[in-house]
């Protein structure tokens, strides 16, 4: 029964990192000259992007059978749904309590939760002043579509909310604007 992924076990992870230059103002493709030039020109966006899989969770008993135990239930289905909702991320009737003072045979880790993404972006640029000196501005925008990554679900078979997901993994939309001298 403690045979299985370990608790950090994520399939698949990408992080993408980028930056790019703003093709506006002088030496550039578009607003080379005049007034707008100056106002919008030397921008740089930048971000990083992360998209990973969800990782794995125990399925256990809300009341334990073995008199306090350890105790897990027995599978008899595979725990997995065609469509998963936070409201219902696996099947919990897939799982059942074991006879009185025995274990069941559920495995560790045999299911996972959900995968998430997040786009973290930057808008910069450089103003230059007082010779070699720079001030920098700079608009942060941490996880910039404001996309819940959600938790585990509660997998204690017997529990009013099994299956359910509560909790987030990451924090809301945060922005941040940011002045910096370079001397």
């Known amino acids: ?26 030496g550039k493709r578009w607003l080379d000259e005049g007034v707008m030039s100056a106002v919008i020109g030397g921008w740089q966006f930048s971000g990083i992007t992360t998209l990973t899989t969800g990782r794995p969770f125990n399925v256990s008993l809300n009341t ?7 105790s897990w239930p027995n599978r008899i289905g595979s725990g997995e ?33 959900p995968g ?3 786009v973290d972006a930057s808008l910069t640029r450089r103003f230059a002043f007082l010779g070699a000196s720079n001030l920098q501005v700079r608009l942060d925008a941490f996880n910039l579509f404001n996309h819940p990554s959600f938790g585990f679900p509660n ?9 359910k997901i509560t909790t ?16």
Not at 9 to 25: C, K, N, Q, T
Not at 155 to 163: F, K, P, Y
Not at 169 to 182: M, P, S, V
């Open 116 to 118: 998430h993404w997040n």
């Open 64 to 70: 334990g059978v073995n008199n306090g135990a350890p």
């Open 1 to 26: 029964a403690g045979k299985g992924p370990s608790g950090f076990d994520v399939r698949h992870r990408a992080v993408i990192s980028y930056v790019w230059e703003l093709p506006f103002g002088p």
């Open 168 to 183: 987030t993994l990451g924090d809301n939309r945060i922005l941040q604007l940011a002045l910096k001298i370079d001397f």
């Open 155 to 163: 997998a204690a078979i017997g529990a009013a909310t099994v299956g």
């Open 81 to 113: 749904l065609e469509d998963p909702t936070v409201d219902l991320w696996f099947n919990p009737a897939d799982f059942v309590a074991p006879a009185p003072n025995t274990y069941g045979d559920v495995g560790r880790g045999i299911l996972y939760s």
